[in-house]
């Protein structure tokens, strides 16, 4: 599935979203001394090719850890990467939302290897033409199955039901 991912973000884009995030929180919006004009450099160069997803995750990733900006370099990038995911043609809800989510965890450096796992899974399943719906069916998991999220934080056991793509996180109940 390569596309032109960041065709429409320009650097002067992933600027304008680092100038909004620092104002919405408060924060210096200045560009940094050691690493801005390397990601700059980085960026235009990658910014207009065919690229996989993972690719793009990835360019996000390393603009990241380059530090553009004095502060929300992971929020930027991550915030790139799953607006380009959000508005991708042919993928469906369920496969979006799932993305999204681990591309984010993946930019900003926090995936743990489960979910960098998962993500590829998810792109050979897309290349495939699986939809992610039917990987995950409802009656996967039972009322009273012990569960957990993907990065562990919330272990507990399905207490009801819900449609795919809705959180979680009012029908675990704590295990103890």
């Keep these: 599935m390569k596309r032109a991912w960041f ?6 884009y992933v600027v304008l979203v680092n100038a909004g995030l620092c104002r919405s929180g408060n924060a ?3 560009p940094t001394t ?7 450099a980085f960026w235009v160069e990658h910014c207009e090719l065919e690229l996989t997803l993972d690719e793009a995750v990835e360019i996000c ?4 850890r380059l530090a553009p900006f004095c502060f929300y370099n992971g ?10 995911i959000a508005h991708a043609a042919g993928l469906d809800r369920s496969q979006i939302a799932l993305a999204k989510s681990l591309a984010g965890h993946m930019v ?3 995936a743990e290897p489960e979910e960098i796992r998962q993500f590829g899974q998810l ?26 999220t993907p990065k562990g934080t919330r272990p507990g056991s399905l207490s009801k039901s ?15």
């Design 7 to 12: 065709k429409d973000r320009t650097w002067e």
């Design 28 to 30: 210096l919006h200045q």
């Design 34 to 40: 050691d690493g801005y004009e390397q990601a700059r």
């Design 61 to 64: 990733r390393r603009c990241h």
């Design 75 to 84: 929020n930027t990038f991550a915030a790139i990467i799953r607006d380009c």
């Design 108 to 110: 900003a450096g926090t």
């Design 123 to 148: 792109l050979r399943d897309i290349d495939q033409g699986i939809p992610t719906h039917e990987i995950l069916q409802s009656g996967s998991c039972r009322i009273g199955d012990r569960v957990q």
């Design 162 to 176: 819900m449609p795919i793509g809705r959180s979680l996180g009012n029908v675990i109940r704590p295990v103890l």
